[in-house]
């Protein structure tokens, strides 16, 4: 049964406000418990360690230092990095997340509601099945909507504070399909006027989008297939006809030209960009069409233990037959390709669930070379597959309830039904956002939902080491993470420094041996991009032996070995050797290698130039080596460089001459005094 546009109309407003305000309350309700969970990963990275968005107060100032505070995407996603500092005066700093996490919830609010006005637009234009009559189509417009908001797969979406750019560009799509819908179907009668809209819907929709992130680029793409699967152009006379086809070519066909023309044409840009990467433009291309089919599994059957942060468990495609899913996973889209296409006037549904999802994932899972698998890549395309497990749900119950003379039962049946599916949903979402509520339940809940990812194993490490202090039972994560992923630095580093020497010394495979030996580690620093795993467990080892912790004390000199390789990696920021550079001289003094930490500093000066804490540096490992005369002519050139200058490094320059020079003088007397005696 096709409902009709005048029925359709007669569905009051007020019923989508309800049903808007009532998913509002399931999602506060389910999203609860992970609303004070703490910031992870990329939060600190974009947020709590970028200074520009710590501001104090609203001023103008303040506001430009915090719009402008990310570097990331072309245009800086600036309106998301607004809100972080806006985020972080309500809270007063980052001491709580409430705020930020709330912000997030609200914006996944926001975007339910334009969810539901754009899902009563489009639905008209659907052979939707008619278990409900024509004035009931809020019920369908509800489970669509629900659907999609309480879907568990957008926990990481919501929650996870930076993933906020992806919501919030998601927010100006969604605004800007509206008003490109709407516009579209005022074609037939009011042209210019609807022309107007379409365009102030993609345009505005595009630029307010990229201010929060690049892939709001795909409204365009997301029209097109509106236009390809729904509407039909034969009332149209021949002159708007060809308005409307410029309107797609200067919006959707130029611009994925110029796109292809700069990664495939311009020298050197794409390969180049895979340089990094441990798969190349193929294997990613090869990947991914395993991967959509792995979303579309998690679409249908939400299993929360199949969900998570990471999953590099998912092995890299080399080639058509290495996996053979591979071949089947590409044979299969394209079968479904051309089945959308055949469908097109008989199911319009069909055709606008496959086109839609596969044009949002037209940009981050395909050619460029980002990670392989991350799940808030599904928040919009996921519309079109919940579309159709929408039609599939109430088509099952049509077909059950087709011969059911009772009314009532035809029409709350399918509501009730339907109640209990998504409050399970909802449930399934409540169960994940527990997970949130703290890093150690979120870290774990991953390490034992996902024991073939080597990350996950990592993580699940890092919380039974460092949180419960457990260093028997983190060891076995470490050591799994690192025989799951032997490239990686950062895993084989921490189960050298945590796995029991007699467990490593006893491994027989010689492959995962050698792994496991210092040279292996030292030629992957040394020829292998450095990931920010590694960065941030070559600086903690560090601390860790300064701090004099016993685990890593038996291991001084081999981290010495791996921070000097870091020194040489040309893939480490000048600033990071710099850091490390630091951190070799405190621990080579610490544990008296005095000759080596001149070394270290002297390497430092030639590196990175003379500067006075070099000077104080080279100084200090002088005078601990005996040689008070170097020491004082290093400290009179640090004297002659602040003279004049800064009072309050003279007085520091001045304060270690002075011991310099009180260690000589009894050097020299102790020497007299011998002589004397002999």
Not at 106 to 116: C, F, V
Request: hydrophobic content about 50%; overall charge positive; charged content about 15%.
């Amino acid at each position: 049964m096709i409902p009709d546009t005048d029925n359709f109309e007669c569905t009051h407003s007020s019923l989508r406000y309800l049903v808007w305000a009532i998913l509002a309350l399931f999602l506060i309700v389910t999203y609860w418990p992970s609303l004070q969970g703490p910031f992870i990963f990329d939060d600190i990275q974009n947020i709590v360690g970028n200074p520009a968005v710590a501001i104090t107060d609203l001023s103008f100032g303040s506001l430009k230092q915090a719009l402008l505070s990310n570097d990331s995407g072309l245009f800086k996603r600036v309106l998301p990095a607004l809100s972080f500092g806006i985020n972080h005066y309500m809270a007063a700093g980052f001491s709580t997340t409430l705020p930020f996490k709330l912000t997030n919830l609200l914006i996944h609010i926001i975007n339910s509601g334009l969810l539901i006005y754009l899902v009563s637009l489009i639905l008209p234009l659907l052979k939707f099945p008619g278990a409900l009559s024509n004035k009931q189509l809020i019920v369908p417009i509800a489970l669509i909507t629900f659907l999609w908001a309480l879907h568990p797969l957008q926990v990481s979406t919501v929650i996870y504070i930076v993933q906020r750019m992806t919501s919030m560009a998601a927010t100006f799509v969604l605004l800007g399909l509206c008003l490109f819908v709407y516009g579209r179907k005022l074609l037939t009668q009011r042209f210019s006027r609807g022309y107007i809209f379409m365009l102030i819907g993609v345009l505005g929709g595009t630029i307010l989008g990229l201010l929060c992130k690049e892939n709001a680029a795909l409204i365009s793409c997301y029209a097109t297939v509106i236009e390809f699967s729904l509407f039909s152009r034969k009332y149209l006379v021949s002159k708007k006809k060809r308005l409307l086809y410029a309107f797609y070519i200067v919006l959707v066909l130029l611009p994925a030209c110029l796109v292809l023309f700069y990664f495939f044409i311009a020298p050197g840009n794409l390969s180049a960009s895979f340089a990094g990467r441990p798969f190349t433009l193929m294997e990613r291309v090869w990947t991914e069409a395993r991967v959509l089919w792995f979303y579309l599994a998690l679409l249908f059957i939400p299993d929360i233990s199949n969900m998570g942060l990471f999953h590099d468990d998912i092995s890299v495609s080399h080639d058509w037959l290495q996996p053979l899913s591979t071949l089947v996973s590409v044979l299969a889209w394209a079968l479904v390709l051309i089945l959308a296409v055949c469908l097109r006037r008989r199911l319009p549904i069909f055709t606008f669930a496959v086109f839609w999802y596969l044009a949002g994932h037209s940009m981050e899972s395909s050619i460029l070379p980002l990670e392989l698998v991350y799940e808030h890549r599904n928040y919009l395309p996921s519309i079109g597959i919940i579309l159709g497990i929408a039609y599939l749900w109430l088509w099952v119950f049509e077909y059950l309830f087709k011969q059911c003379n009772n009314l009532w039962l035809r029409q709350y049946g399918v509501i009730a039904v339907s109640g209990i599916l998504i409050i399970s949903l909802a449930c399934a979402t409540w169960l994940r956002a527990n997970y949130w509520e703290s890093e150690s339940s979120l870290f774990t809940s991953i390490g034992l939902n996902h024991p073939e990812s080597a990350i996950s194993q990592y993580l699940y490490g890092e919380i039974l080491f460092v949180k419960e202090q457990k260093p028997l039972q983190a060891y076995p994560h470490y050591f799994k993470a690192a025989q799951l992923n032997p490239k990686e630095v950062a895993f084989l580093v921490m189960a050298v420094l945590t796995t029991p020497p007699e467990i490593i010394s006893h491994i027989s495979d010689p492959k995962l041996k050698r792994s496991f030996s210092n040279a292996h580690i030292i030629d992957l620093i040394l020829h292998k991009p450095l990931s920010p795993w590694s960065l941030t467990i070559f600086d903690a080892a560090a601390k860790c032996i300064l701090a004099r912790q016993q685990y890593c004390l038996a291991h001084i000199r081999p981290l010495i070995s791996w921070l000097q390789a870091v020194l040489k990696s040309r893939y480490v920021t000048p600033e990071s050797k710099r850091q490390y550079m630091q951190q070799i001289y405190h621990i080579q003094m610490l544990n008296g290698m005095y000759k080596g930490a001149l070394e270290t500093i002297r390497k430092g000066i030639i590196d990175h130039g003379r500067a006075l804490q070099y000077y104080l540096m080279q100084a200090d490992t002088l005078q601990a080596l005996g040689q008070y005369q170097e020491a004082q002519a290093i400290l009179k050139q640090a004297e002659l460089g602040v003279r004049g200058r800064r009072q309050d490094l003279l007085r520091k320059v001045q304060q270690m001459q002075s011991i310099v020079t009180q260690k000589y003088r009894i050097q020299q007397q102790r020497l007299t005094d011998k002589t004397l005696a002999e």
